[in-house]
């Protein structure tokens, strides 16, 4: 049973990712780059036809500029309750007006070595409870093995 909620651990952290998001100026913008943009209410509102109802965040790669805003290749959603919805990086354009926070997504080597530890721990819990594994010989077989046809 440990092994297993080791496993389950593991599991929860990985979902997590090794990353952080922080925020970031326009001017910093590089195509590409991972972003989290939070949208004003009536970006919202305006967007929903788009995005859906209610989404707070949206997720994805930056695009490059639009005369019209920020193009992003979404790769996720996430609703004011907390849903969170995966695109296929389908292409939307937010406009400036309806960006509250921008933030873009930076690795995290406190996460990545939590994620790590948990891994190892997760190793030596399941060696301990299954063994070293089995070395390819039945024990207490004997005769002559399989024949070759």
């Known amino acids: 049973m440990d092994s297993r909620r080791a496993l389950l ?32 209410e009536s970006g919202s509102d305006e967007l929903a036809p788009y995005l859906g109802p209610n989404v707070l965040v949206v997720r994805g790669r930056y695009v490059g500029p639009n005369e019209r805003g920020l193009a992003v290749s979404v790769e996720s ?36 070595l939590l994620l790590a530890s948990a891994s190892v721990v997760g190793f ?14 039945v024990a207490g077989r004997s005769g002559p093995g399989p024949s070759r046809h």
Request: glycine fraction near 12%.
């Open 9 to 40: 651990v593991a599991g929860v952290l990985a979902q997590v990712g090794c990353y952080n998001y922080l925020p970031l100026r326009r001017s910093g913008l590089v195509p590409s780059s991972h972003l989290s943009i939070t949208l004003t």
């Open 77 to 112: 959603v996430e609703s004011r309750r907390g849903g969170i919805a995966r695109w296929a990086g389908e292409t939307i354009v937010v406009p400036a007006e309806f960006v509250r926070a921008l933030e873009q997504r930076q690795g995290s080597w406190s996460k990545t």
């Open 124 to 137: 030596v819990v399941a060696y301990e409870a299954l063994g070293p594994g089995s070395s390819g010989d």
